[in-house]
């Protein structure tokens, strides 16, 4: 009896024990029992960040995945179990959202304001890691820039590279720099390449986060000749001006600006012409001169020498210079005062006015006066009467040299325009002159 009873308890106990691992296995595989689990590591997987001994630091704004590691489950044929990603604290520091639909167990970390926070991987309600996370908005301290090339001149090409320096040194790298020209039609960045592709000043802004460099540059067209003719023949008195062509590479840009001087020391008393700036010429005696005509600076400088004849002139090669005139306006008459230069070799001036507010009016003589009263008083008043009922005046003025052998060559002509505004006493009295209509009386 005592063999059956340990028979049938061996029988038991043979059946039970597979039958309690099916149990278990069941209960695991289907996650009824949660398993357990070792080796739970919180990393950040991607994404720009510092890894100190407690914790991790990122910056404002970035976003990382963090990971819950390779962890293991214990039975290992257990269903995952259900772990969660959880902010322990109301700081509002960062932000989680959930990444497992492109990696298990991940997370994408949103780093919304500067400070401290700490994330917690968590099985129901048992914690099986904690990291603190550190947000931080690094300073730049340094943006360092370099250009390797030579802009000068248009067609000018160079490479710009940046460094940027940060409180946070590990973040150096992730700092982009990016490049802006003031003007694009001088310079334009492309490729962080930077190219001259006209005329004038440009600023090229290198900007990361809030601090900005700036290098500027003047461009200025490549000078490849000047031309002109070697030589002018003019007259006691006539004006020319210079007119060199530069000739630019590449062709017809705006040259850099062009000067005149005396290739030859002379005494002022000794020199046949005198020029202005602008290349204006004008021959004051017998003799000959020559110019030196240059255009750009250093190893970009052109330079040309023309020589100028001067002949003695006759009044007709010769003209009247620097005609200016003032004027007012007063009882109904408009009161013209007119400068000249003294024309050597003129015995009178003759003075043309031409009424423009009557369509069709040519220039009629004014006034001729002789040289004698122009040497002793140069300032010559005209007055020409206006009409009561004028409302705007416009005038042209000339004057020629003249002699007994013809007449030089016109002045400069002299406009003046103007409107007449009239106050309401002189209305009244041109009604008051005119007489006032009569009533209509029914």
Known sequence: MKKVDKDKKIIFIVVLFPLLFFVQYYLFKSGAIPPMIKGVDIKIIEGEYIQDIDKYVVKLGDNVVLSAGDYIKIPGYAKDPNIKFTILDNTKTIKLKDNSNKEKNTVILNALKTGYTSVAIMQNSRVLQKVTIRVVDPSIEDLNVSVDGTLKYVGDEAEISSSVEVDYKE????????????????????????????????????????????IRYNIVARVKGIEIDSSFDITVGEAIKLKPRIITDPKNLTPPRVSYKFSQSKLPVERAITFENDGTIVGIRQGSEKITISCGEGENKRIEVVTINVKEGTLENSMIRNLFSKYIIEDNKLKIALSWDILNGATNYDIYVKDDTKGGSEFELYRSITQESFLKNPNIIISIDLDKD???????????????????????????????????????ESKDEEGEAPQDQT
């Open 171 to 214: 973040f150096n790298n992730s700092y982009s720099v990016t490049y802006e020209s003031s003007n694009e039609n001088v310079l334009q960045v492309i490729n962080n390449k930077i190219k001259a592709v006209g005329v004038g000043k440009a600023t090229i802004y290198a900007k990361s986060k809030d601090k900005v460099e700036a």
């Open 390 to 428: 004028i409302n705007e005046i416009a005038y042209e003025i000339y004057v020629v040299g003249r002699n007994e052998e013809g007449t030089s060559k016109p002045s400069n002509i002299e406009s003046i325009k103007d409107t007449i505004i009239k106050d309401e006493e002189d209305e009244e």
